[in-house]
C-alpha cells in the first residue's frame, strides 16, 4: 500500500488510517517544518481524518521505476530530479543540530547541541543548565524556547530574572523574535502576569514577583514553561527545602503548579557556592513526584570555558591572566579609622556564634570595613546610611559634612542640598528593602537591626570627612600611575562594590582625561543603562566604563580585554562575575585583570594565603595556564559568610597562624567540593559532546549555491579565528568562503559568529541552510512538479564497483519522527537510511557511506534510455515495502514516550556500470 498522498496541492505521509463507519480515513503528516527555514508554514503538521477518497495515492519511487516518464519529461530528468530530492531531505536529516542554520544571534555549537540534548530526551523536562559565566545561557534558554513555540505556539511560558537583567534579556527575545513582553516596575513592563488577561509570554522581575503586594498571586499562576535565571540566588538553608527565602518559595510554587509535561530550566554560572544544603535543595526543584534524588544527576549540564569549541574542535576563549595585586599604602589615618570602625560595629562577645543576631553584626561589620576599604567616600556612605537606618536627624554631628562630601550621590548635582540629599538617601534604603534593586547598596538584615550609638557614629564620620578632605584621590593616582600606565587606546572595565567608589572613580577619570567614562549603578533604567553600554562599545566612545555590583551579572562587555578590581569584594564569586563581562565568546585576546587593594587591609593577606594553598593543592590536578579559572571556580565555592567572619574578626592583617589555618582549610574543603561536583556532573557534557552531528557539510550548500542559485564565489574575505599555540590561545585569521548572491556578498561556513570581512572593510552577513534563499532551493527540489523517485544512473567514476554484477539498486527512505506533547503532535526527530541492493542482499548502508554516495550520485550521468532488470526491479520493490513496514513500527520506549512514525520513501535507484 502507498505512504505518500496529494491532499490540497501539498505532498503528505501516513500516520494511520482507520475505518471510519466504511470510509477510509487518514492521519497525515506534512513534511518537515525545516523546509519552510525561518518563513516558517501556516500547514499543521497532523492533518486527521482526511478522507481518503479525496487525496491522490502518490506512487513510491520502487513503483515509479516501472513507469515510463509522463509527455514532455524524460528518464534524464527524472533521475536528476530525484537525486536532487533526495540530497535536500538528507541536508535536514543528517543537519540533526542545526549547525548549518544561521540566526540573528550567534548560535555557538555547545549552544546547538545543549538544544538538542534537551529536547529530544523526555526525562530532561526539568534541567539546571550551569554553564559557566560568558557560554551564553540566556541563548541556550531563547533557542529552546524558540523550538518550543514552533512546535507549540499556545504554550505559556514565565521567564523570571533579577530586575536588572529583564531588559538584557528582552533584547536578545526580540533579535530571536519571540513573542515576549516585559513585567517589571516603572515604565520598562507593559506586561499582565496574572488575570484572565495574562500575557502568555512574559519575562519578568523576580523581585517584584517576590514583593509582598504580588507574591500570592504570582504563585498561583499556572505556566507550562518555567525558566529561573541567576538560580543561585534561590536559596534554602535546611535539610528539605527548610528556612528558604521568598524567591525559593515563590518558584517552588510555581513548580508546584506545572503539570506532568511541564518544563523547568534554571540558569546559572554559580550553582553551589559551598553550601551543599543549600544546592541540593535547589537540585531538589527539579524533582518530579516521587522521583528519587539521584534521578536528577543527568539534570545537570555543566560545562567551562576549556570544555567548549567549534563544530571543528578549535577553543573559543582566549585564555586569561591574573596579575599581582598593587597594593595602595593609604597613610597611617585610614589605618585607625578602619580599627576604629571594626571596634564601632564589632559583634558582642557574649553573643553565641550561632546566634542569628551575632551573625547580621558580623555581616555588618564585615561590610563596613569593606566599604571604608573600598573608598573613603563609599564608608562614608555607609556611615550615613547606618545612622539613617538608626533615626539620626540632620542636625547630627558630622552628618551635614559627610552628605556635603558625598555629592554627587548615585547621578544627583554637585551642589544638590544636603536636606534634599538626606531624604533621597532614606527614600533609597526603604526602595531597597522593598525591591532590592539598589544592589550598589550594602544588604543588611532587616530582621536583625543595629542599635547604633550614634555619638559614636559622629566620631566615626568626623574622622572619615577629615581623612576625605586631606588627599581625596590617592588611590586613584596610584590605579593611573602603577595599572593603566600601559593602557595606550584600550577600552578598559573597572569594577567597585559600592556607588561612592564608583561616582569618585567617574570624577577622578573624568578630571584626568577630560572624558566622561560610562557608569553602570544600580536603580538605572533600562534606557539608561543600554545607553551606557552602547556608548561604551562605540569605537568612538569612552575609553573607560566603571560599575558597581549592579553591573556584575547579565552585561556583554568583551570590547575590552582589560579588567581592574578596584577593590575586591569578600564573596569570592562576585569576583568571577566580574571578569566574565569580558571574559565572554567575542573576546579576541588574552584577558588581562589587575587588582588594587589597600596595603594592611584583610584581604591581601586573605587571597595571597588562599592563592598559595590552592597552588600546593592543585599542582598536580591542572596545567599553570588554567590555574586561574580553577582558582576562580574553587573560591567559588567558599562559603561567603565564613570568609567574611573570617577576614572581619580583626580591621587589618597579616592573618595569624589560627586565621591562615581556618582560610587554608576552606580553600581544601572548597577545592575538595570542586572535585566532587566536577566528577559528579562534568560527564553529562560528555553526553552532550557525544551527540551526532549529522554528515552534512557547509561544502554541501556551497554546491546548492553554485549550481542551483549560480552564486559567484568571492576572493580575499577572512575570518578571525583562535587556536592554541605553546599553550597560549592566540588570534590567527583565515580565508572565508564567501558568494556572491543577489548583488550582496554571503558567507557560507561555521565562522562562530566571528565577522568576515575584505581589506576593503567590506563584511559578509552569513547565510544558512534555514535562509530564505535556500529553503526555497529546499522545497523546490524536494518536492518538484513532476513525478521523482526513480532514477538510473552510472556508477560514480572513481567510485569501485562492490560487486561484478551489471547493476545494483539503491533505496532511500526518510522517518519522520512525531511525538505527543501536552494534547498536540509535535516534530520530534528526521533520520535517513539506506540500503544497496546486491545480488548476495540488500546490504545497510552506514550513514557516512551513504552521505558520500548521494554526493557523488548529484554529479553521475543519468541513463538515457534504461533497459531494466525484472529481478533487481523486484528486490527493490521487496526491499522498500519492508523498510516502510520496519520503519514505521514503534519501538517498546517508543509507545511510552508517545513517539510515533511516517516514512517518506525518496529514491529508487538502478546503478549501473
Not at 27 to 47: I, S, V
Not at 104 to 109: E, N
Not at 169 to 186: C, I, S, T, Y
Not at 572 to 596: A, C, N
Amino acid at each position: 500500500m502507498t505512504r505518500l498522498y496529494q491532499h490540497d496541492g501539498v505532498p503528505m505521509a501516513l500516520l494511520r488510517e482507520v475505518d471510519d463507519f466504511g470510509i477510509s480515513a487518514l492521519d497525515l503528516a506534512r513534511a518537515p517544518g525545516r523546509f519552510w527555514g525561518d518563513e516558517g508554514t501556516n500547514l499543521p503538521l497532523l492533518t486527521s481524518s482526511v478522507d481518503a477518497r479525496r487525496v491522490t495515492a502518490i506512487p513510491t519511487p520502487a513503483a515509479l521505476l516501472t513507469l515510463p516518464p509522463e509527455k514532455g519529461d524524460s528518464w534524464l530528468a527524472r533521475s536528476r530530479r530525484s537525486v536532487s530530492a533526495a540530497f535536500a531531505w538528507f541536508l535536514l536529516a543528517e543537519d540533526p543540530q542545526r549547525r548549518l542554520d544561521v540566526r540573528p544571534v550567534v548560535t555557538l555549537a555547545h549552544q546547538a547541541s545543549l538544544v538538542r540534548h534537551v529536547l529530544d530526551q523526555a526525562n530532561l523536562r526539568r534541567v539546571l543548565i550551569a554553564d559557566e559565566v560568558g557560554l551564553g545561557k540566556t541563548i541556550e534558554a531563547a533557542l529552546i524556547i524558540g523550538e518550543l513555540l514552533k512546535q507549540q505556539p499556545t504554550l505559556r511560558i514565565l521567564y523570571l530574572a533579577p530586575a536588572r537583567l529583564v531588559g538584557n534579556v528582552m533584547r536578545e527575545f526580540r533579535r530571536l523574535a519571540l513573542p515576549f513582553r516585559a513585567w517589571v516596575a516603572g515604565e520598562d513592563g507593559d506586561a499582565r502576569l496574572v488575570g484572565k488577561d495574562g500575557d502568555a509570554c512574559v519575562v519578568a522581575s523576580i523581585h517584584r514577583a517576590v514583593h509582598p503586594s504580588h507574591m500570592d498571586k504570582v504563585s498561583r499562576t499556572r505556566w507550562d514553561v518555567l525558566i529561573v535565571d541567576e538560580a543561585h540566588h534561590l536559596s534554602a538553608w535546611a535539610e528539605g527545602g527548610g528556612n528558604p527565602v521568598r524567591k525559593y518559595k515563590l518558584v517552588q510554587e510555581l513548580v508546584s503548579q506545572l503539570g506532568p509535561e511541564g518544563r523547568l530550566f534554571l540558569l546559572t554560572g554559580t550553582p553551589h557556592q559551598g553550601h551543599s544544603t543549600r544546592f541540593a535543595n535547589i537540585l531538589h526543584l527539579l524533582k518530579s513526584p516521587g522521583e528519587s534524588t539521584e534521578s536528577v544527576r543527568g539534570r545537570v549540564i555543566y560545562r567551562t570555558k576549556e570544555d567548549v569549541r567549534d563544530w571543528d574542535e578549535r577553543p573559543l576563549f582566549p585564555l586569561r591572566r591574573v596579575r599581582e595585586p598593587v597594593a595602595v599604602d593609604l597613610g597611617g589615618a585610614h589605618r585607625r579609622w578602619l580599627e576604629n570602625i571594626h571596634d564601632f560595629f564589632e559583634p558582642e562577645r557574649n553573643d553565641r556564634p550561632e546566634d542569628a543576631r551575632r551573625r547580621a553584626a558580623t555581616w555588618r561589620c564585615g561590610l563596613a570595613l569593606q566599604w571604608a576599604t573600598s573608598s573613603v567616600q563609599a564608608g562614608l556612605g555607609f556611615l550615613v546610611r547606618q545612622a539613617l537606618r538608626s533615626g539620626a536627624t540632620q542636625k547630627m554631628r558630622g552628618l551635614r559634612r559627610a552628605l556635603e562630601l558625598l555629592r554627587p550621590y548615585r547621578d544627583g548635582e554637585p551642589d544638590e542640598p544636603t536636606s534634599r540629599l538626606f531624604e533621597r538617601m532614606k527614600h533609597d534604603l526603604v526602595r531597597q528593602e522593598q525591591t532590592c534593586s539598589l544592589e550598589d547598596l550594602e544588604a543588611l538584615d532587616p530582621d536583625h537591626p543595629a542599635v547604633v550609638h550614634l555619638e559614636h557614629l559622629s566620631s566615626l564620620l568626623e574622622e572619615g570627612c577629615a581623612l576625605l578632605e586631606q588627599n581625596p584621590d590617592k588611590k586613584w593616582d596610584i590605579l593611573f600611575e602603577q595599572i593603566l600606565h600601559d593602557l595606550g587606546v584600550e577600552k578598559v572595565v573597572l569594577f567597585a562594590q559600592p556607588i561612592e567608589t564608583v561616582t569618585a572613580l567617574c570624577g577622578y577619570i573624568e578630571r584626568k582625561t577630560g572624558q566622561r567614562p560610562a557608569k553602570i549603578i544600580g536603580a538605572q533604567s533600562e534606557q539608561q543603562r543600554t545607553e551606557q553600554i552602547e556608548a561604551f562599545w562605540r569605537p568612538d566612545g569612552p575609553q573607560f566604563l566603571v560599575s558597581s555590583r549592579a553591573g556584575g551579572e547579565g552585561l556583554n562587555l568583551q570590547v575590552a580585554r582589560r579588567l581592574v578590581h578596584v577593590d575586591v569584594p569578600w564573596n569570592p564569586m562576585e569576583m568571577e562575575q566580574r571578569v566574565g563581562r569580558v571574559h565572554r565568546f567575542k573576546s579576541r585576546r588574552t584577558i588581562l585583570v589587575d587588582t588594587l587593594v589597600v596595603k594592611d587591609s584583610r584581604e591581601v593577606d586573605t587571597y595571597r594565603v588562599a592563592r598559595e594553598k590552592l597552588h600546593s593543592i592543585a599542582r598536580t590536578v591542572v596545567a599553570p595556564e588554567r590555574f586561574e579559572e580553577l582558582y576562580s571556580r574553587v573560591m567559588a565555592l567558599v562559603p561567603p559568610e565564613e570568609l567574611q567572619d573570617l577576614m572581619g574578626e580583626r580591621p587589618l592583617g597579616p592573618l595569624d597562624r589560627n586565621e591562615t589555618d581556618r582560610l587554608n582549610a576552606l580553600v581544601t574543603e572548597g577545592f575538595e567540593q570542586w572535585r566532587r561536583f566536577h566528577d559528579q556532573y562534568a560527564g553529562n557534557q560528555r553526553n552532550v559532546l557525544a551527540l551526532d552531528p549529522g554528515q552534512a557539510r557547509w561544502s554541501d550548500l556551497e554546491s546548492l549555491l553554485t549550481q542551483e542559485l549560480q552564486a559567484r564565489s568571492l576572493p580575499d574575505f577572512e575570518v578571525l579565528r583562535f587556536r592554541t599555540s605553546e599553550n597560549e590561545v592566540v588570534e590567527a585569521s583565515e580565508s572565508a568562503r564567501v558568494f556572491e548572491i543577489a548583488g550582496l556578498p554571503r558567507a557560507c561556513g561555521d565562522y562562530s559568529g566571528m565577522p568576515v570581512t575584505r581589506g576593503n572593510g567590506a563584511a559578509a552577513d552569513p547565510i544558512g541552510l534555514n535562509s530564505p534563499e535556500f529553503s526555497a532551493v529546499l522545497r523546490r527540489l524536494a518536492f518538484p512538479e513532476r513525478p521523482s523517485g526513480a532514477a538510473v544512473l552510472r556508477w560514480p567514476t572513481g567510485r569501485p564497483l562492490p560487486t561484478s554484477a551489471g547493476a545494483l539498486g539503491l533505496v532511500v527512505l526518510a522517518r519522520q519522527s512525531l511525538r505527543q506533547q501536552q494534547g498536540a503532535w509535535v516534530e520530534h526527530r528526521l533520520e535517513l537510511e539506506g540500503s544497496l541492493i546486491q545480488p548476495e542482499g540488500a546490504r545497510h548502508l552506514p550513514t557516512v557511506e551513504l552521505a558520500e554516495l548521494l554526493r557523488q550520485l548529484r554529479g553521475a550521468v543519468a541513463v538515457k534510455e534504461p533497459v531494466f532488470d525484472a529481478a533487481l526491479s523486484s528486490t527493490i520493490k521487496d526491499t522498500e515495502s519492508q523498510r516502510l513496514r520496519a520503519l514505521r513500527q514503534p519501538s517498546e520506549a517508543d509507545l511510552r514516550e508517545g513517539i510515533r512514525h511516517v516514512v517518506w520513501p525518496l529514491l529508487a535507484a538502478v546503478l549501473v556500470a
